[in-house]
């Protein structure tokens, strides 16, 4: 049974910076490895991906060059570095891993949300 587990959201100011990770028990695939976000009113988006067969990422637009996504295998754990925050990211943060292969980084951002096992959220805030 895979569980997939964050930590390390909060509240900061704008131009902060905040590290989330997530554990994920039970996931040994080499497949993708997410987070996506989702604020009120809005649909859940991806943020960055990362696939594990070859470390290779992929950013949402929004987010490339001022987040950074990780993952330690010897702990099972994927990061996000978030520097430079924006009142924009302001949302609830879902790690995510996908049981299937979608053959690149493009490919498991493209796919967006399906196929996934989910974590339970965490919530960042950007005050400006």
């Known amino acids: 049974q895979v569980q997939l587990v964050e930590s390390g959201g909060g509240s900061v100011q704008a131009g902060g910076s905040l590290r989330l990770s997530c554990v994920a028990f039970g996931y040994y695939s080499r497949y993708c490895m997410d987070w996506f976000r989702q604020a009120p009113g809005k649909e859940r988006e991806g943020v960055a991906t990362?696939?594990?067969?070859?470390?290779?990422?992929y950013y949402a637009a929004s987010v490339k060059g001022r987040f950074t996504i990780s993952r330690d295998n010897a702990k099972n754990t994927l990061y996000l570095q978030m520097d430079n925050l924006k009142p924009e990211d302001t949302a609830m943060y879902y790690c995510?891993?996908?049981?299937?292969?979608?053959?690149?980084?493009?490919?498991?951002?493209?796919?967006?949300?399906?196929?996934?096992?989910w974590g339970q959220g965490t919530q960042v805030t950007v005050s400006s």
């Open positions: 990362i696939y594990t067969s070859d470390s290779s990422t």
């Open positions: 995510a891993a996908s049981y299937m292969d979608f053959g690149s980084a493009a490919g498991c951002f493209r796919a967006g949300a399906s196929l996934r096992y």
